[in-house]
């Protein structure tokens, strides 16, 4: 009995659902079929909402879209049958820039990664094989911003058998760059088919596609009223978003003249298409000569021009309105479709396929990926998961879709490495000018060989030339497939002029000369041996050997002392701000701590010794609008015994009690608190890269100390400072003026990073 009951259930919904069908398809056969079509154009493509949203006031239904580059999205998006305001809010709040960044910020980056860039920050990131061939990035951005971004605007929408079943039938227009050919996507990852359309060739790397490589579609299809006549529309309104040509006396450089024939192009690809267009079909071109491509700031004055085109055009659009009995039906219809459309916050996932483009193993990438199968994974999880993989700093391009495979949800995971590698080759520069006693330059190379071991093995090798000299080459090698685990080993070369105040010294040294400051040349070798935990991306613990040989000289009394130094040490350290020399979030943190046996040897006398050796930093800013202010503490010692310090501590130069220029002051133990105060009084976002501009000044106390009973409150020195920063792509730039008591005063030029670890 349950069981024909259950039988005539079924019956009677499958005949609702049939007459709810042919209900649609009778009152939609009695009328022409309307097919949107979009033209590419950047930040222009806001018009096309303005367009849509006339359509909807005036109760003209869309039937099918289709849509090239910024058009395949706007399209896109209304296919998903999502209204023209929700199009509005999302496309307006969304943040476009982010779509041209590929790495991740700085506080998702693993602490390795961020010490090495911040130290190289000229990250031109050049491939360079061991043999020395170079090898350059296949173009400007490889599209993983572009990807989180459009990921994220259409909700996720997992794999489609066909583009038909969206609440609107729905194509994207690329070009296929090998063959320069048209190609429309009519079926896949929604997200993928708007990202294929809206690569530019030379700044994007092109989409894969069921074989294909694809790029923007605007190079031969930018208006594809041809696609949507073969999807069947029988009245085609056609957006037109197109840029006037250049003048004569406007094409003065390479990029206005490359800008022209591609200006052309894509216009002559969408007159083509015009000519195919009858008299019943309807054309709109927004007045839009204020603006350009790349102008995503005047996305509302867009929207604006894209309403008043399709006002000016009611007349012929009024001829295709809908009555409101009608208008009504086709809504409900929109809106019981979008519901059945499959686009959740969370999916449970049975399995994960890896399409494996590295050098690693899938066992690998999964353990960095650390997803679980047979659970439900949010959207955030998902992200997150792909943000962890990334933070290696060595893939060009992570993307996912989900896919149902018979009675399983999938994860299908393209991880692509960067083509360029496995070797990189960055730069260094850093000049620093107190117009009074110092002027100090540094320039530097770093090579970071990867993939050593299926784990993630790394060499790195790091040299600098100029007033600071220093080379580096260490081992890297995590112990586990996660990188949760790791052993180091390092060698360095360092040497740094540093002075010595006479008083603070034995009397000796000041007596023979008649001088009130010594300088002293340190030339140090550093060994180091240890193993490692990563605690988190931005946090780990290690503990191991380390040994020191070198020697201090100091040219003006002729004397040199050598010093030897072995023992363990240990250091944590925790760092998760969003930018080293310019924070606003985040906080970094370490603790250092030796203990060696030291051997030191000047003028025939000896010293042996064991030392505690220990350092304690602390940074976090706070930020509130445009005002930053930075709390800075930094305590470090030894309680060594030697004539001069082995493990000397310094201060002086901008923001380390400013007024004295650097390596002045130096001592066996130094402190140092400050306030750092900034407001950012220009943004100069540029997309791609933004070189922010701020004004503001410091305050600061601290002092250099010989003997651990010579520090106290009354001999702290108090200093402070105000300058303009520029956070530009060469590194932080300081113009400032320091002063401290004791009528130490200093103006400094900085560029890039001056500071001394």
């Not at 042919?22 to 806001?46: C, D, M």
């Not at 363990?568 to 760092?575: I, K, V």
């Not at 900034?678 to 976002?685: E, G, K, P, S």
Request: glycine share 8%.
């Amino acid at each position: 009995m349950k069981e024909i009951l259950l039988r005539r259930r079924i019956r009677v919904a499958t005949c609702a659902v049939l007459l709810t069908l042919s209900s649609q398809s009778g009152w939609a056969a009695e009328r022409e079929k309307i097919g949107v079509v979009l033209s590419g154009g950047g930040a222009k493509g806001a018009a096309h909402i303005g367009v849509l949203e006339v359509l909807e006031e005036n109760r003209i239904p869309v039937d099918l879209v289709t849509g090239t580059s910024i058009g395949a999205y706007v399209a896109g998006m209304y296919a998903m049958g999502l209204t023209a305001q929700e199009l509005k809010q999302k496309t307006m709040s969304a943040n476009w820039q982010s779509g041209y960044l590929d790495r991740v910020s700085r506080n998702d980056m693993v602490l390795r990664r961020k010490q090495q860039n911040d130290n190289f920050q000229l990250h031109t990131d050049l491939g360079v094989t061991p043999q020395g061939e170079f090898r350059a990035k296949p173009g400007a951005f490889q599209g993983q911003g572009m990807a989180i971004l459009l990921r994220d605007l259409t909700d996720n929408l997992p794999v489609l058998n066909s583009f038909d079943d969206l609440v609107i039938p729905y194509r994207s227009i690329a070009t296929d760059i090998a063959k320069v050919q048209p190609v429309v996507i009519d079926s896949g990852h929604l997200a993928t088919a708007m990202q294929a359309s809206m690569a530019v060739p030379g700044a994007l790397t092109p989409i894969e596609w069921q074989g294909h490589r694809l790029v923007d579609g605007g190079v031969v299809n930018n208006m594809p009223v041809d696609v949507a006549q073969q999807m069947g529309a029988d009245v085609i309104i056609a957006v037109d978003l197109r840029d006037p040509l250049l003048e004569d006396e406007e094409l003065s450089s390479a990029l206005t003249i490359i800008s022209q024939l591609t200006t052309f192009m894509t216009n002559s690809s969408a007159d083509r298409q015009k000519a195919l267009m009858t008299e019943q079909d309807i054309y709109l071109k927004p007045k839009l000569t204020f603006m350009t491509a790349p102008d995503f700031d005047q996305m509302e004055r867009a929207y604006q021009a894209g309403r008043n085109a399709a006002t000016q055009a009611l007349p012929q659009l009024l001829a295709h309105q809908l009555s409101e009995a009608d208008y009504r039906q086709y809504v409900r219809y929109k809106q019981d479709s979008r519901s059945q459309l499959i686009a959740n916050s969370a999916y449970y996932i049975d399995r994960i396929v890896i399409n494996n483009q590295t050098m690693r193993s899938d066992e690998a990438l999964l353990a960095l990926l650390d997803l679980q199968t047979g659970r439900v994974l949010t959207n955030n999880a998902l992200e997150d998961a792909v943000t962890r993989l990334n933070s290696e700093d060595l893939f060009s391009r992570i993307t996912y879709q989900i896919e149902q495979q018979d009675q399983e949800t999938v994860l299908l995971l393209d991880v692509i490495e960067k083509t360029w590698g496995p070797g990189y080759l960055n730069f260094k520069f850093a000049f620093e000018d107190d117009f009074s006693q110092r002027s100090d330059f540094t320039f530097g190379a770093q090579y970071l060989y990867t993939n050593l071991t299926d784990k993630g093995g790394e060499w790195l090798f790091e040299a600098e030339l100029g007033s600071w000299k220093a080379f580096k080459t260490e081992l890297y090698l995590p112990l586990d497939y996660s990188q949760r685990f790791f052993s180091s080993f390092s060698v360095e070369y360092n040497s740094q002029l540093r002075g010595f105040k006479s008083a603070q010294l034995d009397p000796e040294f000041g007596q023979a000369t008649g001088l009130s400051t010594i300088d002293g040349l340190y030339e140090r070798t550093t060994y180091t041996a240890d193993l490692g935990v990563n605690l988190a991306r931005w946090s780990a613990f290690r503990a191991g050997f380390i040994g020191l040989d070198g020697s201090v000289s100091l040219s003006s009394v002729d004397l040199t002392e050598s010093f030897k130094a072995f023992g363990g040490y240990t250091r944590f350290e925790y760092d998760n701000l969003d930018n080293q020399f310019f924070p606003k979030t985040g906080w970094q943190g370490s603790i250092d701590l030796g203990l060696l046996h030291t051997q030191s040897e000047i003028d025939q006398r000896r010293t042996d010794d064991d030392a505690l050796v220990y350092r304690v930093h602390f940074l976090k800013p706070f930020d509130y609008n445009r005002h930053n202010v930075v709390a800075l503490l930094d305590f470090a010692g030894s309680d060594s015994n030697e004539l001069l310090p082995i493990f000397a501590q310094d201060l002086g130069g901008l923001f380390n009690l400013s007024g004295y220029h650097k390596y002045e002051l130096n001592g066996r133990y130094s402190g140092l608190g400050a306030l750092i105060y900034r407001y950012q009084l220009a943004d100069n976002d540029f997309g791609a890269f933004s070189t922010p501009v701020f004004v503001g000044g410091s305050f600061e106390q601290g002092g250099v100390w010989n003997a651990y009973s010579q520090i106290d409150a009354n001999s702290l020195i108090t200093a402070g400072s105000v300058f303009v920063g520029v956070d530009s792509v060469l590194g932080p730039i300081y113009f400032a003026y320091g002063m401290a008591e004791g009528g130490e005063r200093s103006f400094y030029l900085t560029l890039g990073n001056t500071i001394k670890n």
